[in-house]
T-cell receptor, first 112, second 114 residues
Framework: AQSVTQLGSHVSVSEGALVLLRCNYS??????LFWYVQYPNQGLQLLLK??????LVKGINGFEAEFKKSETSFHLTKPSAHMSDAAEYFC??????????FGTGTRLQVFP | SAVISQKPSRDICQRGTSLTIQCQVD?????MFWYRQQPGQSLTLIAT?????????ESGFVIDKFPISRPNLTFSTLTVSNMSPEDSSIYLC???????????FGSGTQLSVL
């Protein structure tokens, strides 16, 4: 069975600081990994995904994530936080089906 | 990218009643998914809806409580039946436009049951 663990339900950073949101997964097959963002009162938007190939994945809004098989991790980073990045972020894993298993989410707060 | 319209965007319902949520996609898709996001929690898959067959429900979800229709390749409905306050959640429709390439989500239906 697959599962996703997001460490830290809340993360607070100052504007301009590094953003690091942690995600660890478990999967018995090579995983597909995703990060979604949910802005207040909106649906989910795909930030980036890893399926195969390059382990460093670049997404929208300056975010990127690195797939580390040895650490079973897929942490999300952004070099410099912006106020508009404040949102809920969800890591998700999928196998070769179409089902997504979501983590519990991390709420990112950005302070001026 | 797919554009998904969900209706209603929010509703407040009385205990014991039912609500039908509609999901309309601007392109034909094979698989549609319904998720529930309970307050302060992550998303949980309710069921997978394929056109022309019965929906496949995940553990803990049953057809009598969450009947789903999928009459064509661009439309699906989810009904939340005999509602109780525990059903207060955001319900999201999602579609797949290519295996594991990308899942698109609707903006969700925020349901409050009194």
């Amino acid at each position: 069975a697959q599962s996703v663990t997001q460490l830290g339900s809340h993360v607070s950073v100052s504007e301009g600081a590094l953003v690091l949101l942690r995600c660890n997964y478990s999967s018995s097959v090579p995983p597909y990994l995703f990060w979604y963002v949910q802005y207040p009162n909106q649906g989910l938007q795909l930030l980036l995904k890893y399926t195969t190939g390059a382990t460093l994945v670049k997404g929208i809004n300056g975010f990127e994530a690195e797939f580390k098989k040895s650490e079973t991790s897929f942490h999300l980073t952004k070099p410099s936080a912006h106020m508009s990045d404040a949102a809920e972020y969800f890591c998700a894993v999928s196998d070769d089906t179409d089902k997504l298993i979501f983590g519990t989410g991390t709420r990112l707060q950005v302070f001026p | 990218s797919a554009v998904i319209s969900q209706k209603p965007s929010r509703d407040i319902c009385q205990r014991g009643t039912s609500l039908t949520i509609q999901c309309q996609v601007d392109s034909q898709v094979t698989m549609m998914f319904w998720y529930r996001q309970q307050p302060g929690q992550s998303l949980t898959l309710i069921a997978t809806a394929n056109q022309g067959s019965e929906a496949t429900y995940e553990s803990g979800f049953v057809i009598d409580k969450f009947p789903i229709s999928r009459p064509n390749l661009t439309f699906s409905t989810l009904t939340v039946s005999n509602m109780s306050p525990e059903d207060s959640s955001i319900y999201l429709c999602s579609v797949d436009q290519g295996t594991n390439e990308k899942l698109f989500f609707g903006s969700g239906t925020q349901l409050s049951v009194l």
